[in-house]
């Protein structure tokens, strides 16, 4: 078994047309003598014999070195971004590397707690929090809530006031209004955001004095993101100087700097990694005044699991329309990877039966949802070769495929194998049609109070 990058190595072709680049895959991807792929010692294609198709399939050890480099550069401290990927397993590995738990929602606070994470160990997000959402936090013990609004302050005041307690420890979220050149749809920390409260205009100032007021609060540190995706190092670090200066006016010690570094998703992307962003960071909070004493914090999340993850499909129908594409539809789509939908996100695909071979079909990798917006790959290249029945991978989906998925068209949602050492272990099993029917009902509802 060799490396996929020694399977490339020496007759990879120029351009897009070449085998899929081994940068593109999980740290452990191995070419066969088959020459198909394995990653983490498991053969693909037998695999997806095993599973079915389609599947979310996970590099436990790509999982686990992302994790443990994110602990090791962020010397203020990294906390897991779970919406990237969420689940059980994911939220275990994060935690035994080293990092704590960015949870955005009663259920990925539940996920959390069920994984043992420790509840000191966690920041509760959302720029809606509900009081059920809070009152559990409050109850455990939740390490950091960041406070998006001042409605936020009321319920936790009320909270307080029904069952007591000390007052919880809160990061403000402020919108630095830094434009991290992203797509429309992920950028967070522009002056107009429904994140957050805006440095400029004195709104964030407000803000702090309505904390300092509360009995049921404790301002203790500043909290910003300023969007998904970024690949430029320069809004990053611009973001840390003016929070960095703004922490230092109000005398606070602790400053997280959130998520966004982006990932390679094509063979030609070029990102920064996990310790030039570090950097960035340190470099924009000693610009705005922060001794070197304290550093920021982080919140990686894309960066660590995207890669780690690859999806699985068979190819059901090729259909080559004289004079236009050859559209290649497979067995999954837009419920299972929402992203080229929504944000108009680029990928590549390959055949895992013969990862190292040329790809110079140009395809439309479709899905089969009813909809003419169910596009996976827009601008495939694939081998001459491709026929139905064919595995088709999709690399680099680690992140906000599982986490996104839907059951558009009624379609249960695939399953999610971690693979390392030569074994597959089912985290998540495939829903089925009679998990969707069990929601179906025909209760009453009651209406009306009392009297």
């Given at each position: 078994?060799?490396t996929?990058r020694e399977a ?5 072709m120029?351009?897009?047309?070449g085998?899929i680049?081994?940068?593109?895959l999980p ?6 003598g ?11 294609l037998?695999l997806a ?8 399939v996970?590099?436990?050890g790509t ?9 090791r550069?962020?010397?203020?401290g990294?906390?897991?971004?779970s919406?990237?990927?969420s689940?059980v397993?994911m939220?275990?590995?994060a935690a035994?590397c080293g990092?704590?738990?960015?949870v ?5 606070l539940r996920?959390?707690?069920?994984a043992?994470?420790?509840?000191g160990a966690?920041v509760?997000h959302g720029?809606?929090k509900?009081?059920?959402e809070?009152?559990l936090a409050q ?5 950091r809530?960041v ?9 936790l005041e009320?909270?307080?006031?029904r069952a007591?307690?000390?007052?919880v ?8 209004d ?9 950028t ?16 964030a100032a ?6 300092q007021?509360?009995p049921a609060?404790?301002l203790?540190?500043?909290?910003a993101h300023i969007?998904s995706?970024v690949?430029e190092l320069?809004?990053?670090q611009?973001?840390?100087?003016r929070l ?10 602790e400053?997280?700097l959130?998520?966004g570094?982006?990932a ?6 070029r ?10 960071l340190e470099r924009?909070c000693?610009a705005?005044?922060l001794?070197?004493?304290l550093?920021p914090s982080?919140e990686p999340?894309?960066s660590?699991v995207?890669?780690?993850?690859i999806?699985l499909?068979?190819v059901?129908?090729v259909?080559?329309l004289p004079?236009g594409r ?14 080229p939908?929504l944000?108009?996100?680029?990928y590549e695909?390959f055949l ?7 790809r ?5 990798v479709?899905g089969q949802?009813c909809?003419?917006?169910?596009v996976l790959v827009a601008?495939?290249?694939l081998?001459?070769?491709l ?5 088709l ?8 495929g599982?986490?996104m998925a839907?059951?558009y068209n009624?379609?249960?949602?695939p ?9 597959a272990r089912?985290v998540?099993?495939?829903e089925?049609?009679e998990?969707l ?9 009651p ?5």
């Amino acid at each position: 078994m060799r490396t996929a990058r020694e399977a490339g190595s020496g007759r990879a072709m120029r351009g897009a047309t070449g085998p899929i680049a081994p940068a593109l895959l999980p740290d452990t991807a191995a070419a066969l003598g088959s020459g198909g792929l394995a990653v983490g010692g498991v053969d693909l294609l037998e695999l997806a014999r095993a599973i079915g198709t389609p599947c979310y399939v996970y590099d436990t050890g790509t999982l686990e070195a992302r994790a443990r480099e994110a602990a090791r550069v962020f010397v203020g401290g990294a906390a897991y971004a779970s919406k990237a990927f969420s689940c059980v397993a994911m939220a275990r590995i994060a935690a035994a590397c080293g990092l704590h738990l960015d949870v955005a929602s009663l259920g990925e606070l539940r996920i959390g707690l069920a994984a043992a994470v420790p509840p000191g160990a966690i920041v509760l997000h959302g720029n809606n929090k509900s009081v059920a959402e809070l009152e559990l936090a409050q109850a455990r013990g939740v390490g950091r809530i960041v406070v998006d609004s001042l409605d936020e302050v009321d319920r936790l005041e009320a909270l307080q006031a029904r069952a007591g307690g000390p007052p919880v420890p809160v990061w403000l979220r402020v919108t630095p209004d830094v434009d991290p050149h992203t797509h429309a749809a992920i950028t967070t920390g522009r002056f107009d955001s429904k994140f957050g409260v805006p440095i400029v205009g004195g709104a964030a100032a407000a803000a702090r004095e309505r904390l300092q007021r509360s009995p049921a609060v404790r301002l203790v540190g500043l909290h910003a993101h300023i969007g998904s995706q970024v690949v430029e190092l320069q809004p990053f670090q611009e973001s840390a100087r003016r929070l960095a200066a703004l922490a230092v006016s109000w005398q606070l010690e602790e400053l997280c700097l959130g998520g966004g570094l982006g990932a390679a998703y094509r063979g030609d992307d070029r990102v920064p990694s996990l310790g030039d962003w570090a950097e960035a960071l340190e470099r924009g909070c000693r610009a705005g005044g922060l001794p070197p004493s304290l550093h920021p914090s982080a919140e990686p999340g894309r960066s660590l699991v995207a890669r780690a993850g690859i999806t699985l499909y068979t190819v059901g129908t090729v259909k080559r329309l004289p004079g236009g594409r050859t559209y290649v539809a497979v067995d999954g789509g837009m419920g299972d990877n929402p992203r080229p939908a929504l944000y108009g996100s680029r990928y590549e695909a390959f055949l895992p039966r013969a990862v190292a071979a040329p790809r110079p079909l140009p395809a439309a990798v479709v899905g089969q949802h009813c909809e003419s917006g169910d596009v996976l790959v827009a601008d495939a290249q694939l081998p001459a070769d491709l026929a139905v029945g064919d595995i088709l991978a999709v690399p680099v989906t680690g992140a906000y495929g599982h986490a996104m998925a839907s059951n558009y068209n009624r379609i249960p949602r695939p399953p999610v194998v971690f693979v390392a050492d030569g074994r597959a272990r089912l985290v998540i099993r495939r829903e089925t049609v009679e998990d969707l029917l069990r929601l179906e009902t025909d209760g009453p509802v009651p209406l009306g109070g009392p009297g």
